[in-house]
């Protein structure tokens, strides 16, 4: 107890005191009533005792305040940029715009602008396939083949490799007649190799409208080699497909027929739309080129060099090739 609260105490003792000699009973209670608590005494104790009580008490710190801290706005985290190689599955292209549309004059293609423009009539007759371009059906226009697109330093003039085509077309078939000038015929290979040889190729987009601006192949580009026959020009001709990947291998439905020259080889086939997934009619458009490779090496299979009617065509490149419109019949 602190001194100031003990001389507090003391005095308020002594006062009591003092008060309590003042009022000692003169006579006896009266028997049987309880005694009254003295509540001058009890208040001084109770004053006393809290105050001890106050004294000792451990003190309780201040309450601590929790530290404010500025709420910080939280900040967007940017998704990660994907350094993943996108699939080789095609991405959707821009579709042609309402003026390449009228000017490809039907949905079903684009415009000559990605290359040289074929035009293929439609045959009431079909033409037999011996490579001797003797029937009416192809009195009409011849497009070159004289673009080298391929082993330039191979070829040794136009004699050495070049050509003309024709292209026309019926409800089943698309019809090739090739005029090639090759001062040395040779084709020992087949199969997929068969482009190793002297042979003629052709490209075909068959839904320009849908990827006309698609720089890569997809699924509706085509790659189809046909060769004129082994040791020479002949019957024996073989065609294989090499793209779509999913439908590559030799395909017997593609009927063709060669014959010698003086110069080179005629080579006239017939090709079944259904390969192509075509439904052809009159004013459709597909992207298209007509291509000859050659070599010169007996003893090799090799393609050497390679002429086209699209003198841009690259192989991957839908875009460099040309278009070909079916017409009704001429």
């Known amino acids: ?82 350094t993943t190689a996108p699939t080789a599955l095609p991405t959707d292209t821009q579709e042609p715009t309402d003026t390449e549309e009228s000017a490809s004059g039907s949905s079903g293609g684009g415009t000559s602008q990605r290359g040289p423009d074929v035009v293929a009539y439609y045959f009431q007759e079909e033409p037999t396939i011996d490579g001797e371009f003797d029937e009416d059906v192809w009195d009409q226009d011849r497009y070159d083949v004289d673009n080298v697109v391929y082993g330039d330093d191979h070829l040794g003039g136009s004699a050495d490799l070049s050509g003309t085509v024709m292209v026309g077309w019926d409800d089943n078939y698309l019809y090739i007649a090739a005029r090639v000038r090759d001062d040395h015929y040779v084709q020992n290979a087949s199969g997929k190799n068969l482009f190793k040889g002297d042979s003629i190729e052709i490209m075909l987009d068959a839904n320009l409208s849908r990827d006309f601006y698609r720089r890569s192949l997809d699924g509706d580009d085509y790659q189809l080699g046909i060769s004129p026959g082994k040791s020479e020009p002949s019957e024996d001709t073989e065609a294989y497909l090499w793209y779509p990947k999913s439908k590559d291998g030799t395909y017997d439905n593609v009927k063709a027929a060669a014959v010698p020259t003086d110069d080179g080889y005629r080579l006239e086939a017939k090709i079944p739309w259904s390969i192509f997934g075509i439904n052809p009619d009159v004013g459709k458009h597909y992207g298209f080129a007509f291509s000859i490779s050659d070599n010169d090496k007996s003893g090799d299979n090799v393609q050497q060099s390679m002429v086209s009617n699209a003198p841009n065509r690259h192989l991957t490149d839908p875009t460099t090739w040309g278009d070909l419109t079916l017409e009704g019949h001429q």
């Open 1 to 82: 107890m602190t001194s100031r609260i003990r001389k507090n105490a003391i005095v308020l003792l002594a006062i009591m005191l003092v008060a309590t000699a003042c009022n000692l009973p003169a006579s006896v209670a009266p028997s049987g009533s309880p005694p009254t608590p003295d509540l001058t005494i009890t208040a001084l104790f109770e004053f006393i005792t809290t105050a001890q009580s106050a004294q000792t008490a451990t003190p309780m710190p201040p309450t601590q305040q929790p530290a404010v801290q500025a709420s910080a706005t939280p900040s967007v985290t940017p998704p990660p940029t994907s």
